[in-house]
């Protein structure tokens, strides 16, 4: 490989790739590798900060784009509903009957008073407006308008509820407030291929926390969108080679082998903690915090910890883990979804994120963390948890359900409210790596398209 030319340059040592080839039951899609050099020119300080930038996104981007407002199962019944806010917009979205989800907007026909409070989940027969009582059935369709001899000149099509885009793919339920957005399909791009692979629709909701974050919601998620930090912030080798895939303008992806890690890799890191002596893979096999167990001849850190979790999860949850590669079950694996969104298909790192402003401030956000578990074959889906939510000040590790996890989401945000000042501060941009920074890159010539900018 020619090194010199921009965005050719990679980490010393294996690949994720060799790593992956290696593994006989690896799944084609995270075979396949794509990458294109999307430029070096700095990040403007002010797209995190500007609150002039900050309204054109709520005018051009938010009301534009498909954004996941919940899963199937939160609509269960009929007249299930769910709230969905995003700065002044807000929509809700609810089931019909057995194989209707609608959405509409928040708002009464009438004189537009907003129909539901709170955002959150709830149950309705149908929807009256609190201030004059004008109601509707569950497909938007006028239930009743007191004094309807006063309005001869409304009708049925004129004053239904507004209707709002929604679909459905992977059990998620999307909306797009576009009256004329393109189809969900044609956004997903490789997404429904790839996910057919590792099926979203069978995987449970364990467990979901929402936490304030005191920061522009760019730079929240772009904490989550490279591997580059794992060193510093994690004090951790892994994803120091992690391989990052650009599938086009709405979809991006890392893998990052957990368990596995080069020394050489790390040849331009300071210090020589990781690399002199390199661990053996006993040691890996204490990092994967299993302590008690003896390496056999021609047994891997990973091949134990991957075998190791399909007998858990078989015996604690009847799900057969035996055609799962190593890979799918160990490795942090990560589509992003433009504008906001984040998918896992692994089984050890099965998480869904969501990052989307808090109200109207641009230096705060709202992060939604779901832990999406696998269902055995034939079970249907639980009623979700209710989210848990924590302020800025608090820490993740009051979540006792997040275990171990919860230190490392302490650790992936507690630089966040030192980010975003240092925006404030800065004369100059953010500096991307071309390769380690390049989904952060993307995300933001897209934003630009959709700005006009």
């Known amino acids: 490989m020619d090194n010199s030319k921009p965005g050719s340059a990679r980490a010393e040592g294996p ?63 009929q007249g299930d509903n769910q709230v969905y806010d995003i700065g002044d917009y807000s929509v809700i979205v609810t089931r019909v009957d057995d194989n209707t989800i609608k959405a509409y907007l928040n708002s009464c026909t009438h004189r537009n008073t ?35 001899w ?28 576009d009256p004329d957005a393109k189809p969900l399909a044609q956004y997903l791009d490789v997404l429904p291929e790839h996910f057919s692979h590792f099926p979203l629709e069978r995987r449970r909701i364990k467990l979901h926390v929402q936490k304030k974050l005191p920061c522009n919601w760019k730079a929240a998620q772009e904490a989550f969108m490279e591997a580059y930090h794992n060193f510093e912030t994690h004090n951790s080798p892994n994803g120091a080679n992690a391989q990052y895939d650009i599938f086009g303008d709405y979809v991006s992806r890392f893998i990052h082998n957990i368990g596995n890690y080069s020394p050489q890799s790390l040849s331009d890191y300071p210090g020589d903690k990781w690399r002199d002596p390199p661990l053996t893979e006993q040691q890996m096999l204490e990092m994967l915090a299993i302590n008690d167990r003896v390496l056999e001849e021609g047994e891997t850190a990973r091949s134990v910890a991957a075998q190791m979790t399909r007998d858990n999860f078989k015996a604690e949850l009847g799900v057969d883990l035996s055609n799962t590669s190593d890979s799918l079950i160990l490795d942090s694996i990560e589509y992003h979804l433009f504008p906001n969104m984040f998918f896992f298909p692994g089984i050890l790192i099965p998480m869904v994120y969501r990052f ?14 779901m832990i999406m578990e696998p269902l055995p074959e034939g079970a249907e889906h639980p009623e979700p948890p209710e989210p848990i939510l924590l302020e800025v000040e608090q820490s993740y590790t009051e979540v006792e359900a997040l275990g171990w996890l919860g230190a490392i989401y302490d650790e992936d945000t507690d630089n966040l409210q030192l980010q975003q000042q240092g925006f404030k501060t800065s004369r100059k941009g953010a500096t991307l790596g071309n390769y380690q920074e390049s989904r952060i890159r993307r995300v933001h010539l897209t934003l630009e398209k959709f700005l006009n900018l």
């Open 15 to 77: 690949s994720v790739a060799d790593t992956l080839q290696s593994d006989p039951s690896i799944d084609a899609p995270l075979l396949e590798n794509s990458y294109a050099f999307l430029g070096d020119a700095d990040i403007p300080a002010e797209r995190y900060t500007s609150e002039a930038f900050f309204k054109q996104e709520m005018q051009q981007l938010w009301p534009n784009a498909w954004q996941w407002v919940c899963r199937e199962e939160h609509l269960q019944d």
């Open 114 to 148: 907003r129909l539901l409070g709170a955002e959150g989940s709830g149950y309705s027969q149908g929807f009256t407006c609190p201030f004059h009582g004008w109601s509707w059935h569950l497909d938007g369709s006028i239930n009743n308008i007191p004094g309807r």
């Open 150 to 177: 006063d309005f001869p000149h409304v009708s049925e099509e004129s004053h239904k509820l507004q209707e709002v885009n929604c679909e459905i793919w992977g059990g998620f339920v999307f909306i797009n407030i």
């Open 356 to 369: 989307r402003p808090l109200g109207n401030d641009v230096d705060s956000c709202i992060f939604d963390l």
